[in-house]
């Protein structure tokens, strides 16, 4: 009997310290999960941007049509020039000239070269300022007056498309950054230069087409091109930064939590916010870079400093 006594006590002794011990270990892991961070709020740059996407396209494309027909004489440029109005870009011989030209050619050089110069040939000027974009013929081959012997740009531009939804938050004369898919690594400054009054319904969304205008045109842009276009609707420099994932909403008002200054211990601090963008967030007012942030989450994210365009 006094065994069964001794044995009923010492199981339940072991089952006692069993259970103190799992739940011990459970509050230690408990612990050992949770991360509390400490952020120093930081001076940076943060910016908002509208995204899309364009094509390289003359900003005025002008084809350059022959006043009469007949045969090409000679072309003077090539594509990739640049023109100046008023430059002779070709020479032309109408139908009746090239005719009598060809004719008096058989005659001998001295009556070929008496027609050439009773019967002039016909300049073709350039009317802009531009580059040439497509040259689609060669000397010695014949053109109509429907059919245009060059193409001209006064430069060259992106055409992008925005949603409706975004429209309303771009505006001309906002920066903008431009990149190419052919070349990818190379970042081009522009600006918005217009935007157009009337929509249009691309695949059921309503569209609206902008002109961004390079700052420089580079040398390996060419009239077709795939772009991707950033513009930057606000941007603040050397602005005090907290993580997103630091500030707590209540009741429409804005709290982080902060380090005492006298003491231990931490208190809830309202702040003002400003510019948020998907990471960091301006503090406009109620903490200063001398604050300590208490963040008891594993998956805050830290301030990351944004350049300005």
């Known amino acids: 009997m006094f065994k069964n006594k001794l044995f009923i006590i010492s199981l339940v002794l072991v089952s006692v310290l069993f259970v103190t011990g799992y739940f011990y270990k459970t509050k230690q892991s408990s612990k050992k999960n949770f991360l509390t961070q400490e952020i120093i709020p930081e001076l940076g740059n943060i910016r ?42 070709a020479w032309m011989s109408s139908t009746e000239r090239a005719a009598l030209v060809d004719a008096a050619t058989s005659q001998g050089e001295q009556a070929r070269q008496y027609w050439e110069d009773v019967y002039k040939k016909t300049p073709i000027i350039s009317p802009i300022n531009g580059e040439v974009i ?10 109509t007056t429907s059919e245009p012997l060059l193409v001209l740009s006064d430069r060259l531009i992106i055409s992008a498309q925005f949603d409706e939804t975004d429209i309303g938050r ?64 606000k941007s603040l420099s050397d602005v005090i930064l907290v993580p997103v994932s630091a500030i707590q909403d209540e009741d429409g008002k804005r ?46 994210s830290p301030v990351k400093k944004r350049e300005t365009g």
Do not use: C, W
């Open 48 to 89: 908002l941007t509208v995204t899309t996407t364009g094509v390289v396209e003359p900003q005025n494309r002008l084809e350059i049509k022959p006043s009469i027909s007949g045969r090409i004489e000679e072309i003077l440029v090539k594509e990739g020039s640049a023109v100046k109005k008023g430059d002779i870009l």
């Open 134 to 143: 497509v040259r689609p013929f060669e000397p010695g081959q014949t053109i």
């Open 170 to 233: 771009v505006k001309v004369g906002q920066k903008a950054n431009i990149t190419l898919d052919a070349y990818p690594n190379n970042k081009i400054k522009g600006m918005v230069g217009h935007i157009a009054y009337e929509s249009q319904l691309a695949n059921n969304v309503t569209i609206y087409d902008v002109d961004i205008v390079p700052q420089e045109v580079p040398e390996f842009f060419r009239s077709g091109m795939s772009a991707n276009v950033e513009v930057i609707e």
């Open 255 to 300: 709290y982080v939590t902060v380090k005492k200054k006298q003491g231990n211990g931490v208190e809830k601090r309202q702040i003002e916010v400003g510019l948020t963008d998907t990471n960091n967030a301006e503090v406009i007012s109620g903490l200063s870079t001398s604050d300590i942030i208490i963040v008891s989450d594993q998956k805050y």
